[in-house]
């Protein structure tokens, strides 16, 4: 039978925790509730400017003189991880360095074995992972997720583009976690650059008819750079909403978890002190029946 007073520091230690994970839990709630409308607020504005963006690249065919369009043989490429700084937050990390060392080892294993795909992480998890293993990573960008804005991010963004024009990398890929609900994130591996082709189907057929003013290529200059730097924005949006989605289940699981963990400390501590006053009543008997004899 356990000690009473083991069982009593066990109980008051389960408690301090729960209160811990519930205020985080709280926490995480709040900064979801902003992340989400974020994130949900410009996503319409993100899909049309997509959708402008393919239209305009089915109605210029292969006559688009655009660097960010042209596609090239693949022979460097460069991965850009979004995680986190902070953990208690599941399977969120976990899930993407997964996704990553995959696509490193496996999916271009050839590449690395020459030293050709390189790392640039954003989240202090990842960053700390992939250095330590003795991943290629060329930088790490943590204070991304600091008081996240529009122009941190695009300077990034202008970096990458930059990067692909100069033939530093003939494609770039984004790795995150994208947002679809407080319980459910989407593991997600997009191509950044080179733009892909627009994806055509019979019941949804692209739009291509366009008249341009002041011209073609004018307006795709114009409107290429502010669309890439759009998606990376929006990636960035979309990690940080599914870390608080995430943090906030795990946190309401651990507070679950605490509280029958709690029920089962209690019912073993009553076991224990009922065991030890059956004890002292058979001892006093005892002391007692010693007497009369």
Same mark, same amino acid.
């Given at each position: 039978?356990?000690?009473?007073?083991?069982?009593?520091?066990?109980?008051?230690?389960?408690?301090?925790?729960?209160?811990? =994970?519930?205020?985080?839990?709280?926490?995480? *709630?709040? +900064?979801?509730?902003?992340?989400?409308?974020?994130?949900?607020?410009?996503?319409?504005?993100?899909? +049309?400017?997509?959708?402008?963006?393919?239209?305009?690249?089915?109605?210029?065919? @292969?006559?688009?003189?655009?660097?960010?369009?042209?596609?090239?043989?693949?022979?460097?490429?460069?991965?850009?991880?979004? #995680?986190? !700084?902070?953990?208690?937050?599941?399977?969120?990390?976990? !899930?993407?360095?997964?996704?990553?060392? !995959?696509?490193?080892? $496996?999916? &271009?294993?050839?590449?690395?074995?020459?030293?050709?795909? &390189?790392?640039?992480?954003?989240?202090? &998890? #990842?960053? @700390?992972?992939?250095?330590?293993?003795?991943?290629?990573?060329?930088?790490?960008?943590?204070?991304?997720? @600091?008081?996240?804005?529009?122009? +941190?991010?695009?300077?990034?963004?202008?970096?990458?583009?930059?990067?692909?024009?100069?033939?530093?990398?003939?494609?770039?890929?984004?790795?995150? $976690?994208?947002?679809?609900?407080?319980?459910?994130?989407?593991?997600? =591996?997009?191509?950044?650059?080179?733009?892909?082709?627009?994806?055509?189907?019979?019941?949804?057929?692209?739009?291509?008819?366009?008249?341009?003013?002041?011209?073609? +290529? *004018?307006?795709?200059?114009?409107?290429?750079?502010?669309?890439?730097?759009?998606?990376?924005?929006?990636?960035?949006?979309?990690?940080? *909403?599914?870390?608080?989605? *995430?943090?906030?289940?795990?946190? &309401?699981?651990?507070?679950? !978890?605490?509280?029958?963990?709690?029920?089962?400390?209690?019912?073993?501590?009553?076991?224990?002190?009922?065991?030890?006053?059956?004890?002292?009543?058979?001892?006093?008997?005892?002391?007692?029946?010693?007497?009369?004899?």
């Amino acid at each position: 039978m356990p000690n009473l007073k083991e069982v009593r520091l066990r109980i008051e230690s389960v408690k301090s925790t729960q209160q811990i =994970t519930s205020a985080m839990k709280m926490v995480s *709630a709040s +900064k979801l509730r902003r992340a989400q409308q974020a994130i949900v607020t410009l996503r319409p504005y993100a899909q +049309k400017m997509t959708g402008i963006l393919q239209n305009l690249r089915q109605s210029l065919g @292969d006559q688009a003189e655009n660097p960010f369009i042209a596609t090239r043989t693949v022979k460097k490429v460069l991965v850009v991880v979004l #995680a986190s !700084n902070r953990g208690l937050c599941g399977a969120f990390n976990s !899930n993407v360095i997964k996704a990553v060392r !995959n696509l490193v080892d $496996n999916e &271009h294993a050839h590449l690395r074995s020459e030293g050709n795909i &390189h790392l640039l992480c954003a989240g202090k &998890h #990842a960053s @700390d992972f992939f250095i330590r293993k003795g991943y290629p990573v060329i930088a790490r960008k943590d204070e991304l997720f @600091d008081r996240m804005s529009y122009e +941190k991010i695009a300077s990034l963004a202008k970096t990458l583009m930059e990067q692909y024009v100069k033939g530093e990398y003939d494609q770039i890929l984004l790795v995150y $976690n994208q947002f679809r609900n407080a319980a459910v994130q989407r593991l997600v =591996t997009e191509t950044y650059l080179p733009l892909p082709a627009p994806q055509t189907s019979d019941r949804q057929p692209v739009q291509a008819d366009y008249l341009f003013e002041p011209g073609k +290529k *004018a307006i795709l200059d114009e409107i290429v750079p502010k669309a890439l730097t759009l998606q990376v924005y929006k990636a960035f949006l979309d990690s940080f *909403a599914s870390e608080q989605g *995430a943090r906030m289940t795990a946190m &309401h699981q651990a507070t679950d !978890n605490a509280g029958e963990l709690l029920k089962q400390l209690r019912l073993s501590y009553n076991k224990a002190r009922q065991s030890a006053i059956t004890n002292e009543i058979i001892e006093i008997v005892g002391g007692a029946e010693a007497l009369k004899g």
